[in-house]
């Protein structure tokens, strides 16, 4: 094998290596090719769909991979990278291709003005963390060196109407260990009248929270 080849060979495993386990996040980190906007050091994920609802993710460059962010600030790019939805990470991207100034993504669309004030990031957290199923979670895990913690995984369609499909957030409840965290229950809140549904795994439905814990009684 030629002497460039083998350095080649090395470097991808480098790279693989970086992106499978990223300093401080939680393996593994999925790579994928996906095309979005860079603006304020962050890509905002545009296609595939399935991420149109993400935040925008926190640019984290490899050493040994440029990534003119100068450059690319307010460019709509392709690139591979790894999404690290858990710390919010767009990381180690390669293969970077321009395609053109950033569009806005539908998720950024104004909402109706008919529509009814959705509920913020925050008040869909706060409440969560008043469930007594959480609250409980937290007392359990009191003086142990696990702890609980929720994690905002699907945000709302602004456009979407009350009770239709893309009014909700959705929305991961664990404990997080020392190596490792834990899915307790994944949470669905209604972005409008704050209306609290669990996703049955079992059954594999989504159901109220007041059968949940009739359910959980019997």
Known sequence: ?????LVGVV????????VACPAGATPPVPVET???CVKD???LIQTPERFNREKPLKINPCTNIPFDLQRLEGKQIRARAGIDLY???FVCPREVQIVGDCKPARADAPPKKDLPRQLSDDEADEIVWGL????GMVK?????KTTPFSMITGYPDPKAEPGKPGSFFEIYVGERRETHTVRVMTLLIDAYNGSIFVYDEAADRVIPIEQYRKQGRK
């Not at 007594?132 to 609250?135: A, D, M, S």
């Not at 359990?140 to 142990?144: I, Y």
């Open 1 to 5: 094998m030629k002497i460039h080849s």
């Open 11 to 18: 470097a991808m495993l480098i790279v693989s290596l970086a």
């Open 34 to 36: 996906v095309t979005g």
């Open 41 to 43: 050091g962050q890509m």
């Open 87 to 89: 710390n919010g990470a």
């Open 132 to 135: 007594p199923e959480v609250q």
């Open 140 to 144: 359990q895990m009191k003086d142990t």
